[in-house]
């Protein structure tokens, strides 16, 4: 069934809808739980589309082993999705961080204050994002400190490779994620892929992992897969940031999500009007590669990679 969550007018005679679609159980009596699927908050995230999809068609025809209500928002930004704009266009304004919004404010305010109350009626909820055109990540959860006492638990049913509890701006204020956990709206951050595209097998591999969550909850009756056990880090001083020392083009030597030793080349940085090598970039330490950069041109101080530090790696 498709809501016209919130909705407000646009210029030249069109306007903007926020809508998902609810997915109830074959024979619905009583209150069920809500759990909902949101993404699409950056205009240039569209892993979570695949996943929307896939999800959609799995519920649909499997309403007869739900036993609660599922709602699927696959853009909350859909001018942003439309545009392939990361954040809100025309207004420069990245939707990420305007929550709980103000249904007295601009028009990104009031959608976003839409998008609230429907959603602080969930019991759950999985916010899907991918990163940005320039890395490339590994299906992970990101959680605040604040949070991680509530939900790591969740966090390891959901099939990611990594759970990362830390303090950035991301899992904190003004987030989507943060104002639905801060009234009780437990609110699972995944990040994974690359911007502007879909790695299916990505995809896949939530979607298990949000089967599974949902059958630990109670709402479905199905089929699930074994998940993987992640990683969890809560330390910052686990995590080794590698940044490009000159401008040029980097060409790696490594691939994503593998162990690394401390001295071990990850890539290089060449410039190809020359032929000559800028700079070789090594790892700091014993770990595994969990971000690697994507996008091949790079600035002096461009992240390159994160890696988790593993000091006892074999």
């Known amino acids: ?13 069109e306007k903007l809808e926020i809508r998902k679609n609810r997915i109830i159980p074959l024979h619905p009596e ?10 699409g908050t950056h205009g240039d ?9 896939r999800l959609n068609q799995i519920l649909q025809q499997n309403r007869d082993k739900l036993k609660g209500i599922v709602d699927i928002y696959p853009a909350l930004n859909p001018l942003g999705v439309d545009t392939i704009t990361r954040g809100i266009p025309m207004f420069d304004l990245d939707m990420n961080r305007i929550f709980p919004g103000d249904v007295n404010g601009s028009m ?21 994002h991918a990163s940005n055109i320039y890395l490339t990540e590994i299906p992970q959860v990101r959680i605040s400190e604040d949070t991680a006492d509530m939900l790591i638990p969740y966090a390891k049913e959901i099939n990611v490779d990594f759970i990362w509890v830390h303090g950035a701006a991301t899992v904190l204020e003004a987030t989507l994620a943060h104002s639905l956990n801060s009234v009780g709206v437990p609110t699972l951050v995944v990040e994974m892929g690359v911007g502007m595209r879909i790695t299916k097998k990505y995809g896949d591999q ?19 897969k074994e998940v993987r056990e992640p990683i969890i880090s809560s330390n910052p001083d686990e995590i080794v940031f590698v940044n490009a020392p000159s401008a040029g083009v980097f060409l790696p030597e490594v691939s994503h999500w593998v162990k690394v030793k401390q001295g071990q080349v990850i890539g290089k940085i060449v410039d190809p009007l020359d032929g000559s090598v800028q700079s070789e970039l090594r790892s700091e330490a014993d770990g595994i590669l969990f971000t690697i950069r994507e996008y091949p ?7 390159i990679a994160r890696i988790l530090k593993q000091e006892d790696m074999a």
Do not use: H
């Open 1 to 13: 069934m498709i809501k016209n969550v919130v909705s407000s007018e646009l210029p030249v005679d």
């Open 30 to 39: 009583g209150r069920f739980r809500i759990f909902s699927v949101v993404t």
């Open 45 to 53: 995230e569209l892993e979570g589309q695949y996943v929307c999809y």
């Open 108 to 128: 990104a305010e009031y959608i976003a204050s839409g998008i609230m109350e429907e959603l602080s009626k969930s019991d759950f909820c999985v916010d899907i």
């Open 206 to 224: 939530l979607i298990d992992g949000i089967l599974n969550l949902m059958k630990k909850l109670g709402i479905w009756l199905g089929e699930t």
């Open 297 to 303: 041109v790079v600035n002096e101080g461009s992240l």
